[in-house]
T-cell receptor, first 109, second 112 residues
């Protein structure tokens, strides 16, 4: 079967750096997406990786290793507004997104 | 309209009733999707449409139907609601089926 694993919850301090990991086993691979979802709101797109390596976008970076079935989202200079759930999703061979259950990130002052 | 809209925002429904959730986008996206999101689970795909006039089944299609008469609208119908359909429903769209998906604000549905 297809599976996306990510930690259920993480806690970090304002101003610090946090890394949210995602491992996947899917039938085929056509890219990996990270979304942010604040409580009670819709998911919003953060990043997309299809080739190995690091993609940097301001305070957020995303890394992919296809051979290891592994990705991480790196958030720097954490702000209170970064408190949210972070969703990892893989596009499979049928171009359908397979979603992880999400990582709830709690930021403490 | 800007982006994707969904209606209603929330609804409480008696079991056995018929309900249509509406989704409209003005971005001229070809692909549209319906997901449900339940606590502790990832988003699950109910139905999708890669282009107007075509639809397909996702991971959890039973009890739901969709239509795609035009590019902009993608309604989701529950023919006879059951309590297990209590969930938050998100509509999403993408330029094509291989592109990034953008989400509507969601509909919170409670079936009693």
């Amino acid at each position: 079967g297809q599976n996306i694993d990510q930690p259920t919850e993480m806690t970090a301090t304002e101003g610090a750096i946090v890394q949210i990991n995602c491992t996947y086993q899917t039938s085929g691979f056509n890219g990996l997406f990270w979304y942010q979802q604040h409580a009670g709101e819709a998911p919003t797109f953060l990043s997309y990786n299809v080739l190995d390596g690091l993609e940097e976008k301001g305070r957020f970076s995303s890394f992919l290793s296809r051979s290891k079935g592994y990705s991480y989202l790196l958030l720097k200079e954490l702000q209170m507004k970064d408190s949210a759930s972070y969703l990892c999703a893989v596009m499979d061979s049928n171009y359908q997104l397979i979603w992880g259950a999400g990582t709830k990130l709690i930021i403490k002052p | 309209i800007a982006g994707i809209t969904q209606a209603p925002t929330s609804q409480i429904l008696a079991a056995g009733r018929r309900m249509t959730l509406r989704c409209t986008q003005d971005m001229r996206h070809n692909a549209m999707y319906w997901y449900r999101q339940d606590l502790g689970l990832g988003l699950r795909l109910i139905h999708y449409s890669n282009t107007a006039g075509t639809t397909g089944k996702g991971e959890v299609p039973d009890g739901y139907s969709v239509s795609r008469a035009n590019t902009d609208d993608f309604p989701l119908t529950l023919a006879s609601a059951v309590p297990s359909q209590t969930s938050v429903y998100f509509c999403a769209s993408g330029l094509t089926s291989t592109d990034t998906q953008y989400f509507g604000p969601g509909t919170r549905l409670t079936v009693l």
